[in-house]
């Protein structure tokens, strides 16, 4: 009767236990104990976005690591956020290959720091367009952008909330 008692026991533990599988995107974006998103990696060399702007200015690219402030990020998948640079302009963080995400909620204000390749591009204006409606802009604001632009941006290897 134990046994039976003790196998009924252990079987209700098991079945409450068990939640359906996540998907790799879920996965990828639950964060480890430091909030660690992507590679790993450590913060030495750390540069600031004004520090990064000196450094990129007359190069193609630049691999660093950087420290800066969270402006706005995407609402609907966390596949990027725009850094505030020090001329009080952005700098839109993608993720390499799309290989992890960020939390989607309560990502403006927050510090945080990244590693991997910073170059100046042109942005069209469909990209501009796309990055302005995942942000949640208004028909009005999406449709005022009419001109391509050039800006700094940096695809990220790995991502620090802090």
């Not at 104990?33 to 060399?45: H, L, M, P, R, S």
């Not at 520090?51 to 691999?63: E, I, Y």
């Not at 449709?143 to 695809?155: D, G, H, N, S």
Request: hydrophobic share 40%; net charge neutral.
């Amino acid at each position: 009767m134990i046994k039976i008692l003790f196998s009924v026991s252990l079987l209700c533990v098991l079945l409450s236990s068990c939640n359906k599988p996540q998907t790799d995107a879920q996965v990828a974006q639950k964060p480890t104990e430091t909030n660690v998103f992507g590679t790993d990696f450590k913060e030495q060399n750390l540069l600031s976005v004004t520090q990064l702007q000196d450094a990129v200015a007359d190069k193609d690219s630049v691999q660093a690591t950087v420290s800066g402030e969270i402006i706005e990020s995407c609402q609907s998948k966390g596949c990027w956020m725009d850094v505030k640079l020090a001329d009080n302009t952005n700098m839109k963080v993608t993720f390499r290959d799309y290989g992890f995400f960020l939390p989607v909620k309560d990502l403006k204000g927050k510090t945080v720091v990244f590693t991997g390749t910073a170059k100046r591009e042109v942005i069209s204006v469909e990209d501009q367009r796309h990055y302005a409606e995942d942000a949640g802009k208004t028909a009005r604001e999406i449709a005022a952008i009419t001109t391509p632009k050039e800006e700094l941006r940096f695809v990220a290897d790995g991502v620090k909330l802090k």
